[in-house]
C-alpha cells in the first residue's frame, strides 16, 4: 500500500499502520486521515487482515491532534468537510469486524486522543500523555472525542480533562481505564502490541467481531435491548461449526494432559 503520509504493511495476518509526519508531531492533516480511511477499507476488504495496529513514527508522538496550521485556513465548509472525514474514520474503525490496538508513546492529543479512542485497546509508554486542547484554539474535539471520552472513562472525568485541558499521565490515564496497558520501559509499545495481535489471531474472528459489535450497540441501548443484542450474538456464534470445532479441541487438550499427568 502506498501512501504519502502513512505507511501501511501486511506482515503475517497484522496490518501495522503508522502515521508519518514526525516534523510536526504526526499532526492528522486531512490527506492523512483520507489515508487512515483507506488503510481501515483495506483491513475490512482483506481476509488475510486478522489485526491493526496503529501507532506514531518518531519517538514523540502518537499523533498531536488535528493538523493547525492546515485548518486555520479553512473555510467553513472546509472545516465542515474536515469534521464528517475525521468522525467517518473513527466510526469505520469501531465498526471494522476486526481488533484495532493503539500502540501509544508520547503525545496523544486532540485529534490524536479521539483516533485513540476509537480503536478497541489503548497500550501505552510511560511517557505517554493525553489531552484535549482544543477549547484554547476556539473549537471542540470534533473527531466524536467529546462524545467518546466520556464512554470510557465517565461523563464527570472527561468533562473535567475536555474543559479543563489538563495533561493526563499514563498512570492516570490507566487508572481511568483509558488504557488498558502501561508498558515496562524495556518492552517497545510496538512489541506489546504485536504480543497482543499474535495472541488475538489465535482467538475465534467471528467471536471478536462480535464482541466489538456487541459491545458497540448495547452501549447506548437501555439494558433488555443490550441483553437481546448479545443472546442473537451469542445464539449465532453457537451455531456455527467454529464453535463445535473449538470447544472440541479444548476438551481433546484436557483429556491428552490428563492421560499425560
Ligand atoms: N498541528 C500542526 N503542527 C503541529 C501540531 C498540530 N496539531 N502539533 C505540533 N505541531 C508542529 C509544531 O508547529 C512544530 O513545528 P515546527 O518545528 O515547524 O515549528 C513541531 O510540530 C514540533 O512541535 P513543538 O510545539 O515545537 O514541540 P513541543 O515539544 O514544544 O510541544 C506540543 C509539543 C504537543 C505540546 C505542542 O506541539 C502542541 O501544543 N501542539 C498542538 C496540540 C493541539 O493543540 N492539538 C489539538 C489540535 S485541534
Not at 163 to 183: F, P, S
Request: overall charge negative; aromatic content about 6%; hydrophobic content about 40%.
Amino acid at each position: 500500500m502506498e501512501f504519502e503520509n502513512i505507511v501501511a504493511e501486511l506482515n503475517d495476518g497484522i496490518e501495522y499502520i503508522t502515521l508519518n509526519r514526525p516534523q510536526v508531531l504526526n499532526a492528522l492533516n486531512i490527506d492523512t486521515v483520507s489515508e487512515l480511511r483507506d488503510a481501515i477499507e483495506y483491513a475490512y476488504r482483506d481476509d488475510e487482515v486478522k489485526a491493526v495496529i496503529i501507532t506514531g513514527a518518531g519517538g514523540r508522538a502518537f499523533a498531536a491532534g488535528a493538523d493547525i496550521a492546515e485548518m486555520h485556513a479553512l473555510t467553513p465548509q472546509g472545516g465542515r468537510e474536515m469534521i464528517a472525514n475525521g468522525q467517518a474514520l473513527m466510526c469505520e474503525i469501531e465498526r471494522l469486524p476486526k481488533p484495532v490496538i493503539a500502540a501509544l508513546d508520547g503525545y496523544v492529543i486532540g485529534g490524536g486522543l479521539e483516533l485513540a479512542l476509537a480503536c478497541d485497546i489503548r497500550i501505552a509508554s510511560k511517557k505517554t500523555q493525553f489531552a484535549f486542547p482544543e477549547p484554547s484554539l476556539g473549537i471542540i474535539p470534533g473527531y466524536g472525542g467529546s462524545q467518546r471520552l466520556g464512554r470510557v472513562i465517565g461523563f464527570g472525568a472527561a468533562k473535567y480533562y475536555c474543559m479543563t485541558e489538563e495533561r493526563i499521565d499514563v498512570q492516570r490515564a490507566y487508572e481511568l481505564g483509558l488504557v488498558g496497558k502501561i508498558c515496562a520501559d524495556d518492552v517497545p509499545v510496538l512489541e506489546e502490541a504485536n504480543r497482543i495481535a499474535v495472541g488475538l489471531k489465535e482467538r475465534c474472528p467471528e467471536a471478536l467481531a462480535a464482541i466489538k459489535a456487541v459491545m458497540r450497540e448495547g452501549q447506548n441501548a437501555d439494558i433488555d435491548t443490550a441483553l437481546d443484542i448479545e443472546k442473537k450474538a451469542f445464539d449465532k456464534l453457537f451455531l456455527s461449526p467454529a464453535r463445535t470445532e473449538r470447544m472440541g479441541l479444548f476438551l481433546e487438550k484436557q483429556k491428552n494432559k490428563k492421560k499425560k499427568s
